[in-house]
Structures are given as structure tokens and as C-alpha cells.
């Protein structure tokens, strides 16, 4: 029944996956707080649905756009229903939430430094983008092995790419560093924040972290079993270069949060999108409407019970 709901994108789509977002923040906070109504925090509540509403809206407005794409609504249900697997609410920080956001921009960045006629543009926002994350964790340096990537993939080795590449490092470190230097006690703390290895102890995560950690592993399984095909490759270099920077991320998020558990952000935040993204691939290359409703329904109930009759 919810498959046919979710068969387009519309406004009951929208509506439907709207309401499915609220019930799972709802239950969340409700079940961090012990089903204890009066120890809602309405703020966070209101921030995690805001949160979710608007990458669910950001992810969909730019895989449409990817041609031989078929983002049908079904991966907006994928969104609410992860959501419910995660151990822990989002916190009430804005520096992570800019990073996701940027993060997912990223992702039409790279696509366009590989495939669009004005690629310096592309190499340039992809560049702006980490240059930026890297004020506020250093760690997402990593993601700048995705543009060089593409310069030495494409052979765009003349000043203009190389340009575009290294100037915003420079400018964005500039700008920081002066920022900081005006608003020192206020800005200091927010930006670089300093970052503790700590190597992930399977023994030392709650049952909930478990259940994360295990969905972690499936979901580099769906992604490693359904990477677009070297037919697809070239029929839709587009689609396959998108599904390429969301498995880079997936394996960033799976690493940084083995090896980089406490940083200043809340544990599992950055691997919920990519986790989310594919588990709609999976349901979106399910051809059975009967088993998409049965995989569906048996989460969602399965993680609620789970989470209600947990010991």
C-alpha cells in the first residue's frame, strides 16, 4: 500500500514522508528520555525534523536532475525509517548541521566538475566546500582526494583548474583566521575543534550503537553489490559519478567513526545520509512492490518493538 503512495514525487508524497519524519523524531526523543513526556525538548525536536525535511529536500532536488536517474519517492521513506535506527537524536549544533549541508551540495559539485563544460566552476565549489569543512573538522581534508581526482583523472593540469583547486584553501584559511582574530573567545572553540582518536571498542557501544554499526556494514554491502554497472558507467556517467561521491562518503562516515569517535560532533551524525541513500537504492532496485511493503513494514515496526522491549 505505502509503495504505490511513493511510486512518484508529489505533494502527498511529501505530506507522507513529512508526517513519517515527525513520528520518528517524536519516537526517538520519546525513547531517549525514557517515554517520559515531559522530558521533550521541544527546540532539538523541531531542529531534528527541520534537519531531516530539508537534506531529504536538498538530496531529491539534485539527483532529479541527474540524468538516468529514476529518484522515484520511494527514498523518501528511506529517510524517516533510518532515522528510527539511529541511537541517538541529532544535536542542537549548528556547525555539523553546515557541514552535512555542505556535504551534500558536494556531491553536485563533483558531478559537475566531471561532467559539465565549465569544470574549473566545479573543482572551485568542490574546493569551497571542503575548504570550509576543514575550519571545523580537519578530518574532512580527505574529501579533497575527490577534486584532485578529477584534475588528474580528466588531465586538467592548466593554471585555471589548478587555480580554482587551491585558492579557495587559501582564502577560506585567511578568512577564518581573521574571524578568529576579531571574535576570539566565540569563534576559537567552533572552528578546528581539536580531535581525539579513539579506535571504536564493539564492547564498549550500547545495543542501539550495535544495531547502527551493523546497518553501517549493510549498507557498504548494498552499496559495494549494487554499484552502477560499466554499461551504466557510460550510458549515465552522470548517475554513476553521483553514486561514486556517496559511496566515497559512506566510507569516509564508516572510518570516522571507527577511528574518530569523539570530535565534537555527536557520535554517528555524518554516516546517517549516506546510510539513508542507500537503503533507498535498495528498496528502489527491489522489482516486488509486495516485498518493498514487507521489508518496510517489518522495519519499522521491528526497530520500534525492538526499541520499546529493549532490556
Not at 529517510?79 to 552535512?100: M, R
Not at 548517475?239 to 561514486?244: E, K, W
Not at 516486488?288 to 517489518?298: H, P, Q
Request: glycine share 4%.
Amino acid at each position: 500500500m505505502i509503495v504505490k503512495i511513493f511510486k512518484t514525487i508529489g505533494s502527498r508524497t511529501y505530506l507522507i514522508s513529512l508526517i513519517l519524519v515527525i513520528f520518528a523524531v517524536f519516537f526517538s526523543f520519546l525513547y531517549v528520555g525514557g517515554m517520559n513526556w515531559p522530558s521533550i525538548y521541544w527546540t532539538e525536536i523541531f531542529w531534528n525534523i527541520g534537519l531531516i525535511v530539508l537534506s531529504m529536500w536538498l538530496i531529491t532536488a539534485q539527483e532529479i536532475k541527474i540524468k538516468g536517474r529514476k529518484f522515484d519517492g520511494i527514498h523518501l521513506i528511506a529517510f524517516p525509517v533510518i532515522f528510527l535506527f539511529s541511537p541517538f537524536p541529532f544535536q542542537l549544533e549548528a556547525f555539523p548541521a553546515i557541514l552535512l549541508f555542505l556535504l551534500i551540495y558536494g556531491q553536485f559539485a563533483f558531478i559537475q566538475s566531471l561532467h559539465s563544460k565549465n569544470s574549473e566552476k566545479g573543482i572551485l565549489d568542490l574546493s569551497l566546500i571542503i575548504s570550509i569543512s576543514i575550519q571545523f573538522n580537519i578530518i574532512f581534508a580527505v574529501f579533497f582526494f575527490l577534486p584532485v581526482m578529477v584534475i588528474l583523472l580528466k588531465g586538467l593540469k592548466d593554471n585555471k583548474h589548478l587555480m580554482a583547486l587551491l585558492l579557495p584553501i587559501a582564502l577560506i584559511s585567511f578568512i577564518f583566521r581573521a574571524i578568529i582574530n576579531v571574535f576570539p573567545s566565540i569563534m576559537s572553540d567552533l572552528t578546528t575543534p581539536s580531535v581525539q582518536w579513539d579506535i571504536l571498542s564493539v564492547q564498549a557501544l550500547s545495543i542501539e550503537e550495535r544495531v547502527w554499526l551493523a546497518l553501517l556494514i549493510i549498507s557498504g554491502l548494498i552499496c559495494i553489490f549494487r554499484f552502477p554497472r560499466r554499461s551504466r558507467k557510460f550510458a549515465f556517467p552522470e548517475l554513476y559519478s553521483g553514486f561514486l561521491y556517496m559511496t566515497f562518503w559512506l566510507f569516509f562516515s564508516m572510518a570516522y567513526e571507527v577511528l574518530v569517535l569523539k570530535s565534537g560532533e555527536g557520535p554517528w551524525f555524518f554516516s546517517f545520509i549516506p546510510v539513508a541513500y542507500f537503503f533507498g537504492v535498495l528498496l528502489e532496485n527491489i522489482s516486488s512492490d509486495f516485498m518493498k511493503n514487507t521489508l518496510l513494514t517489518f522495519l519499522f515496526f521491528g526497530i520500534i518493538l525492538f526499541k520499546l522491549f529493549l532490556p
